[in-house]
């Protein structure tokens, strides 16, 4: 845990030192839980969005894109539910002063639980060697059968309680686990409560006869109220589908963990408008389709896993999570909803207009069911971010700290270096950058020695550097370094949009 807090400290320094992410509102002693995304961070932060962008909406003829307003009208939050139920479990701690969700506590205890069970199989695949079984020792090693019944019948008996609504029985669990404050240890708490999420705000001109409304606390209602609209001008048949990304806003009771979760945030949604009957063929779909996307950025599969909801949301008949091992253990990334037809008829209620599908092939009418797949861009910058942060020991007993950005995301993707600033060797660098810059993102560095320059293009995830010399002049060649192998070589600068294009093509990472 200690190694884990370690490395989460660097991320959040050096997203600060290399321009990815700022406090809100610094000079004014900051906004807790709001971030601004830097010079670096934004490039990042597009590059996320439109990897998954081309991946849902190119890729798929079938699935459309929206882009609906944040401000909606208040009744859509009455049919959607989340007046009345959008709300998460409070818990004080009366020692500390310090506010917790319940349910967080008790998942927290139940991941310590899982990260001890893995360090004995760890310990134990270490001794054994390529003999090694894991399922086996699993299955037989009293202590990990143990802190397997104990996690699963904490996160068991959670979820039972949530969905009975049986608040006293969560403050039980949480006293009958002794899960103390993460702070001070204090196992003082106050009784659970509900608190609603949303943010409230007024629209109209004068106080008295201002409209309530609130700040979305999700995008995808923004799409089922303009199902019809998509489906009618887009002359779309089932199965289709409708992307959309954009701001939500949710007042946490704990905006802790950096950018894991804050108040203010972005969602990356697709809703899936499928038959009745075949929302399960989906899901299944969307489920492996999902966690294919997140691996083809070469980011570890051992950080990805499944994780099923115990406890559904009052429109679910399925849901499951891809979590992702960030710094502070595997946490919820992406979320696939069997979402029933839950919205579409809620919101047929609340409207009075019908949200149907007239169906050619079965000759009726029907309301969809739908299929989501839901992620937060922030966290998703995460966990990008997280896993490409590397201190890395070099042959030559030196080391260096180096950010291994999937090339198609950085935000540079490739850095012109004059190896002296005179000889007209500025001037070639620059010639370059003209011609890359239509295509590309790239940048100048001239400060400081040539290794030097590396260095701070490693720590900045620059997956290129080219470095003009005095032999260019002659040759009309450059040297071409590669950020995570540090290797070398010589090509000609009429090569260079081709060596880029390899590197950071949409098409050689999705496919």
Same mark, same amino acid.
Request: proline letters at 3%; a negative charge; glycine letters at 6%.
């Given at each position: 845990?200690?190694?884990?807090?370690?490395?989460?400290?660097?991320?959040?320094?050096?997203?600060?030192?290399?321009?990815?992410?700022?406090?809100?509102?610094?000079?004014?002693?900051?906004?807790?839980?709001?971030?601004?995304?830097?010079?670096?961070?934004?490039?990042?932060?597009?590059?996320?969005?439109?990897?998954?962008?081309?991946?849902?909406?190119?890729?798929?003829?079938?699935?459309?894109?929206?882009?609906?307003?944040?401000?909606?009208?208040?009744?859509?939050?009455?049919?959607?539910?989340?007046?009345?139920?959008?709300?998460?479990?409070?818990?004080?701690?009366?020692?500390?002063?310090?506010?917790?969700?319940?349910?967080?506590?008790?998942?927290?205890?139940?991941?310590?639980?899982?990260?001890?069970?893995?360090?004995?199989?760890?310990?134990?695949?270490?001794?054994?060697?390529?003999?090694?079984?894991?399922?086996?020792?699993?299955?037989?090693?009293?202590?990990?059968?143990?802190?397997?019944?104990?996690?699963?019948?904490?996160?068991?008996?959670?979820?039972?309680?949530?969905?009975?609504?049986?608040?006293?029985?969560?403050?039980?669990?949480?006293?009958?686990?002794?899960?103390?404050?993460?702070?001070?240890?204090?196992?003082?708490?106050?009784?659970?409560?509900? %608190? #609603?999420?949303? &943010? *409230?705000? !007024?629209?109209?001109?004068?106080?008295?006869?201002? +409209? /309530?409304?609130? =700040?979305?606390?999700?995008?995808?209602?923004?799409?089922?109220?303009?199902?019809?609209?998509?489906?009618?001008?887009?002359?779309?048949?089932?199965?289709?589908?409708?992307?959309?990304?954009?701001?939500?806003?949710?007042?946490?009771?704990?905006?802790?963990?950096?950018?894991?979760?804050?108040?203010?945030?972005?969602?990356?949604?697709?809703?899936?408008?499928?038959?009745?009957?075949?929302?399960?063929?989906?899901?299944?779909?969307?489920?492996?389709?999902?966690?294919?996307?997140?691996?083809?950025?070469?980011?570890?599969?051992?950080?990805?896993?499944?994780?099923?909801?115990?406890?559904?949301?009052?429109?679910?008949?399925?849901?499951?999570?891809?979590? %992702? #091992?960030?710094? &502070? *253990?595997? !946490?919820?990334?992406?979320?696939?909803?069997?979402? +029933? /037809?839950?919205? =579409?008829?809620?919101?047929?209620?609340?409207?009075?207009?019908?949200?149907?599908?007239?169906?050619?092939?079965?000759?009726?009418?029907?309301?969809?069911?739908?299929?989501?797949?839901?992620?937060?861009?922030?966290?998703?910058?995460?966990?990008?971010?997280?896993?490409?942060?590397?201190?890395?020991?070099?042959?030559?007993?030196?080391?260096?700290?180096?950010?291994?950005?999937?090339?198609?995301?950085?935000?540079?993707?490739?850095?012109?270096?004059?190896?002296?600033?005179?000889?007209?060797?500025?001037?070639?660098?620059?010639?370059?950058?003209?011609?890359?810059?239509?295509?590309?993102?790239?940048?100048?560095?001239?400060?400081?020695?040539?290794?030097?320059?590396?260095?701070?293009?490693?720590?900045?995830?620059?997956?290129?550097?080219?470095?003009?010399?005095?032999?260019? =002049?002659?040759?009309?060649?450059?040297?071409?370094?590669?950020?995570?192998?540090?290797?070398?070589?010589?090509?000609?600068?009429?090569?260079?949009?081709?060596?880029?294009?390899?590197?950071?093509?949409?098409?050689?990472?999705?496919?």
């Amino acid at each position: 845990m200690a190694q884990q807090d370690d490395h989460f400290k660097k991320v959040i320094s050096h997203a600060k030192e290399y321009g990815y992410i700022f406090g809100s509102s610094e000079i004014y002693d900051g906004l807790s839980a709001v971030y601004d995304y830097g010079q670096n961070g934004v490039e990042l932060k597009k590059n996320i969005r439109e990897y998954w962008w081309k991946s849902m909406v190119q890729m798929n003829q079938n699935i459309v894109g929206l882009d609906a307003a944040i401000f909606m009208h208040p009744t859509t939050w009455k049919a959607s539910g989340h007046v009345d139920a959008f709300s998460d479990p409070l818990i004080d701690n009366k020692d500390s002063k310090k506010r917790y969700r319940a349910d967080v506590l008790v998942e927290d205890y139940a991941e310590k639980l899982n990260q001890k069970a893995e360090k004995e199989i760890a310990k134990a695949a270490k001794r054994f060697g390529e003999s090694f079984d894991r399922a086996q020792y699993e299955a037989t090693n009293p202590r990990v059968m143990g802190y397997r019944e104990k996690q699963k019948s904490a996160t068991a008996r959670l979820a039972q309680y949530l969905t009975q609504e049986d608040l006293p029985a969560v403050k039980a669990l949480i006293e009958e686990l002794g899960i103390g404050c993460p702070e001070s240890g204090s196992k003082n708490w106050t009784d659970v409560r509900q %608190f #609603n999420l949303m &943010f *409230g705000t !007024k629209l109209g001109a004068s106080a008295e006869t201002a +409209t /309530d409304l609130y =700040l979305r606390p999700e995008t995808a209602q923004g799409i089922f109220v303009n199902y019809l609209n998509v489906q009618k001008t887009g002359r779309m048949k089932i199965p289709f589908g409708i992307a959309q990304t954009g701001k939500a806003f949710r007042n946490e009771i704990v905006a802790r963990q950096f950018i894991f979760r804050m108040r203010e945030f972005e969602q990356m949604e697709m809703q899936f408008f499928v038959r009745p009957g075949e929302e399960m063929k989906w899901y299944e779909h969307w489920k492996e389709t999902r966690l294919k996307w997140h691996k083809s950025l070469g980011l570890g599969e051992e950080n990805y896993r499944f994780h099923d909801h115990e406890k559904l949301a009052h429109y679910a008949n399925a849901a499951t999570d891809i979590e %992702f #091992n960030f710094p &502070f *253990g595997f !946490k919820e990334l992406e979320g696939i909803h069997s979402r +029933t /037809d839950f919205d =579409l008829k809620a919101h047929e209620e609340h409207s009075g207009k019908k949200l149907q599908f007239f169906d050619p092939e079965l000759n009726k009418s029907y309301v969809p069911y739908v299929v989501e797949t839901s992620i937060g861009l922030d966290r998703m910058f995460l966990a990008v971010f997280s896993a490409s942060l590397q201190d890395e020991e070099l042959e030559n007993g030196t080391s260096r700290v180096v950010l291994k950005l999937p090339a198609i995301l950085a935000p540079v993707k490739a850095a012109i270096l004059p190896l002296v600033k005179k000889d007209g060797l500025p001037e070639v660098a620059q010639k370059i950058i003209d011609d890359l810059k239509y295509d590309y993102r790239v940048a100048y560095d001239e400060k400081d020695a040539v290794g030097r320059r590396y260095r701070r293009q490693d720590a900045a995830g620059t997956p290129l550097c080219i470095t003009v010399d005095h032999d260019t =002049l002659e040759d009309n060649m450059v040297t071409v370094r590669d950020r995570d192998t540090m290797e070398q070589q010589r090509v000609l600068i009429t090569d260079l949009p081709d060596i880029l294009n390899k590197k950071v093509n949409f098409r050689h990472w999705i496919a």
